[in-house]
């Protein structure tokens, strides 16, 4: 684990901890009593994939790596443009310490557009994910890179047990080992080095080309354009979260639009 993630799972330790404390999973229970059912984020992407790129647009504010990318941030209107730009689904950071996220925002989001919405956020505890599904969320994130096989397996059946989608993120071989120990067949392949930031397509066509053919590949970090999605499609990867890139336009559903080739 990176020194920055090392950090981040710590303080998100202490996060949920303090959480546990007022809120009861009986609570959240409640509350996902009154949610309609999720809205099937793997299988909107599937669908998509078949005509053309399949297109997570991130709601995010800020990095660590990049400070804050957008000061006018505004999550239901770029929701809103995220949806006319084309997006399939939408991925929200809710993460307050180091992206500038906040809880609210995926709530907020969920009840603006009717696209299928991924929690973005740092998974470590099973009642994150009856929280997520109580905030609106119709699919979690797991980073491989941040647990042992355990924790992932416990995560993984509470998502389940909330009939949410996992994306299991992987950023080399060993870590793809790990997932495809899971039972979800949503991959996504970071093509960021989490140790110096840099960015490589060629890691990623390498470990899709040793996965089974049923998983659905979503390649995340570093797309800024359209060339850099039919370069991935030629190597039969047809789904891609992209944030920044779209985030730092000034036109968000332009952006989009143009990402995807409208």
Not at 230 to 249: H, P, Q, T, Y
Request: aromatic fraction near 4%; proline fraction near 3%.
């Amino acid at each position: 684990m990176t020194d920055i993630l090392q950090r981040i799972i710590e303080t998100k330790r202490a996060e949920v901890a303090a959480k546990k404390a007022t809120t009861s999973l009986a609570s959240l229970e409640a509350m996902i009593a009154r949610r309609d059912s999720p809205r099937g984020f793997k299988a909107a992407l599937d669908k998509k994939a078949k005509t053309g790129p399949a297109l997570i647009a991130e709601i995010k504010k800020a990095s660590p790596s990049k400070g804050v990318i957008r000061e006018d941030f505004d999550p239901p209107a770029h929701a809103r443009a995220y949806q006319r730009g084309g997006a399939t689904c939408l991925s929200v950071l809710t993460d307050e310490q180091y992206f500038q996220g906040d809880d609210s925002y995926l709530a907020l989001v969920h009840d603006t557009v009717p696209l299928p919405i991924i929690r973005k956020d740092f998974m470590i505890d099973p009642w994150q994910v009856h929280e997520s599904r109580a905030l609106g969320a119709d699919a979690i994130l797991i980073i491989v890179a941040a647990l042992d096989d355990m924790r992932m397996a416990d995560i993984e059946a509470a998502a389940i047990d909330c009939k949410l989608d996992v994306l299991v993120e992987v950023h080399d071989e060993r870590e793809m080992e790990r997932a495809l120990k899971l039972k979800s067949r949503l991959i996504g392949v970071n093509n960021r080095d989490l140790r110096d930031f840099s960015v490589s397509f060629d890691r990623t066509y390498e470990l899709v080309g040793k996965a089974p053919a049923e998983c659905t590949f979503v390649a995340e970090s570093g797309l800024t354009g359209r060339a850099d999605l039919d370069a991935m499609r030629e190597k039969g990867i047809d789904c891609f979260l992209v944030g920044e890139a779209l985030m730092r336009a000034d036109d968000v559903e332009a952006a989009t639009r143009a990402l995807l080739g409208g």
